[in-house]
């Protein structure tokens, strides 16, 4: 069964062809990423605008070898995300779907990043997962506006453990990356600067918090760090001697606190639930010292950590997510909902 996946939550236009949810066939992405650097953030009216004038092209370009008969399922990124984005996917999935006749599976976006670890060949040069996850599986989702760990007992069966209370994991890495100057989209330029900082220095001794490592609850929060993260940014500020090295030495205690924190609440998940594997998802899951941290955490318990491209958004995900979920749903009753949350 081939699905065709579409992804316009955000910033990101992506189409792509998935068989029988595991075999990656072709994978289109642009993105508007270079306008929103210029503004610092994502300007959800310029997104929605490139998401309108890059969806047709990217749909030609990810069908120019595939004839529409040989397209099972529409498959569609219907929430959470900018509404003016969003609408662009869904109405193009729609329309695609009444005009060929095919069904229309609309996919939730959180749900559909954890379908990366189920993407395990095709297309040359991704590093795909290694074999299949066993049920029940525990999730840490982690991506710009949620940080979750989930008891997956099987498709379709998504228990939420636990989530953040105020700020998701990504968006601190994001708000603290902005105050150190660095460029739009900040995660990956916070984790490229952490690398400039040797951990043996004892030149600077920065200590952020771990909010929450010791609580009872497989809950989050990350707004107490992103505070003190600007504290230690604003008293070096006044003493005048805000150094590369200085900026170097926080962003690698950011992302060490941040790191710190998944991976406890994430043994601590595991140490619980008794999952048969363990499975990284969304855009944090991107950061390299996160996937080493829980490489070298997680001994007994298959890990599954998806490809660095695959992390992110992407419409693979979507329609692998299509596959095994199988909601197909009326043309008419398929909606954009920016708010959706994992268990809607
Ligand atoms: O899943 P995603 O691509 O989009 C959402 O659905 O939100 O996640 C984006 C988030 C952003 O906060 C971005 O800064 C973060 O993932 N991110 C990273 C890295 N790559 C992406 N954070 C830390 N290190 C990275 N390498
Ligand atoms: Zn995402």
């Not at 399922?73 to 900018?82: E, F, Q, R, W």
């Not at 940080?147 to 069966?157: D, N, R």
């Not at 998940?269 to 594997?277: C, D, E, L, N």
């Amino acid at each position: 069964m081939t699905i065709l996946g579409i992804e316009t939550t955000c910033d990101e236009t992506a189409v792509a062809l998935v068989e029988n949810g595991t075999v990656l066939k072709t994978t289109i992405l642009a993105t508007s990423l270079d306008i929103h650097i210029k503004y610092g953030g994502i300007v959800p009216d310029k997104a929605a605008r490139e998401q309108l004038q890059s969806i047709l092209p990217i749909l030609t370009e990810a069908l120019k070898n595939t004839n529409p008969s040989k397209i099972d399922a529409i498959a569609v990124s219907y929430g959470p995300g900018l509404i003016g984005s969003l609408l662009i996917g869904v109405e193009t999935a729609k329309s695609l779907a009444l005009a060929w006749n095919k069904p229309l599976i609309p996919v939730n976006h959180l749900i559909g990043h954890i379908y990366a670890n189920w993407l395990t060949s095709g297309i040359e040069g991704v590093n795909y997962v290694q074999g299949i996850p066993e049920f029940p599986a525990l999730v840490l989702l982690v991506s710009g506006g949620h940080s979750e760990l989930i008891l997956m007992k099987g498709h379709k069966q998504f228990e939420l453990l636990g989530s953040t209370r105020d700020d998701a994991s990504g968006e601190c890495f994001d708000k603290c990356g902005r105050l150190l100057s660095l460029p739009y989209p900040y995660g990956p330029y916070v984790e490229k600067l952490a690398l400039e900082h040797d951990p043996q220095s004892k030149e600077f001794s920065i200590k952020l918090p771990r909010p929450m490592l010791s609580s009872n609850d497989l809950n989050f929060s990350f707004s107490g760090l992103k505070t003190a993260f600007l504290y230690e940014f604003k008293n070096q500020q006044n003493l005048g001697n805000v150094s590369e090295q200085f900026k170097a030495a926080l962003a690698y205690e950011l992302q060490e606190a941040i790191t710190d924190v998944l991976v406890t609440k994430t043994l601590n998940a595991a140490a619980r639930f008794h999952p048969k594997s363990i499975l990284l998802a969304g855009g944090v899951a991107a950061n390299k010292r996160l996937r080493e941290k829980m490489q070298n955490s997680v001994k007994d318990i298959p890990l599954f950590i998806p490809p660095l491209k695959l992390c992110t958004d992407n419409a693979a995900v979507i329609a692998s997510s299509a596959f095994f979920n199988q909601n197909v749903t009326e043309i008419e009753e398929v909606n954009a909902d920016p708010s959706l949350t994992i268990t809607s």
